[in-house]
């Protein structure tokens, strides 16, 4: 009996991961594809995590910039907000791909909230400019991968690939860490979400003299690429790129 109950769980959890995962890559999001390409190693659970935060970001980022008040961005923000607290059914595959994670990880609810006032607080922003929203998304994201020690360097991907999608240059921070330490986490156990969007971020800033700019990223620099699977493949397999 808690054979069987055990495999029903876990077929839920494959068929909630597969949403999640097909509402990433087909989000329209520049990012959406390629985080889901590097989320593919990862187990059914990890993956159900981690494309359902990322898939909450884009839905924020979508709230935020679509009004045009600041007001109607705060008010569709707030409905995400109320959404995930409420305990009844609700007929929307997003939240309910986040609150299936309630149970397994402590304190999952309170982090969405901490992440959705960063949306919040960028209503209140001329630009609307919602970085500190990814960079809280990446740190949620790494620590539930078990990556505690290596939140800050998670930290710096999410800006590196968020500002890249808007052609922007930053710091090139993650050109200072160990890549390849990231594919364990803090207990040695195999992940690759960390390690492969790094490989990404690589590739995105290219060498410190190119460049950048929304052509390049969209286009020349592979978010659109169809080979993109494979260069992900021989970062998964012969480590990244330099």
């Known amino acids: 009996m808690k054979k069987n109950t055990l495999s ?4 839920a959890q494959g068929i909630l991961a597969k949403t999640a995962l097909n509402q990433l890559r087909k989000s329209g999001h520049p990012l959406g594809r390629p985080l889901a ?3 593919m190693f990862e187990s059914i659970e990890n993956q159900l995590m981690a494309a359902s935060v990322f898939d909450l970001a884009i839905a924020l980022d979508a709230a ?4 045009s008040e600041p007001m109607l961005a705060a008010i569709r923000i707030q409905w995400w ?3 995930l607290a409420k305990t009844t059914e609700q007929n929307v595959p997003l939240v309910a791909c986040l609150q299936s994670q309630y149970n397994s990880r402590d304190n999952f609810l309170s982090q969405l909230l901490d992440i959705i006032s960063e949306w919040q607080a960028a209503c209140h922003y001329e630009t609307r400019e919602s970085s500190e929203g990814w960079v809280a998304v990446w740190r949620l994201i790494a620590f539930h991968l078990g990556h505690k020690k290596a939140v800050d360097q998670a930290a710096v991907i999410g ?4 500002f890249a999608t808007l052609g922007q240059k930053y710091d090139r921070l993650i050109a200072n860490t160990d890549v390849k330490s990231l ?3 803090d207990r040695e156990e195999e992940r690759t979400l960390l390690y492969l969007s790094a490989c990404l971020s690589r590739k995105l800033q290219g060498s410190q003299n190119s460049n950048l700019n929304v052509t390049r990223i969209s286009h020349d620099a ?3 690429d169809p080979l993109l699977v494979w ?3 021989v970062w998964h397999i012969f480590g990244p790129p330099k």
Request: proline share 4%; net charge positive.
């Open 159 to 162: 800006r590196e690939l968020y």
């Open 231 to 233: 260069q992900i493949l």
């Open 64 to 67: 935020l910039r679509i009004p």
């Open 37 to 39: 390409l590097c989320l």
């Open 81 to 83: 907000a109320d959404a």
């Open 8 to 11: 029903r769980y876990e077929a």
């Open 183 to 185: 594919r364990k986490n």
């Open 222 to 224: 592979g978010l659109d």
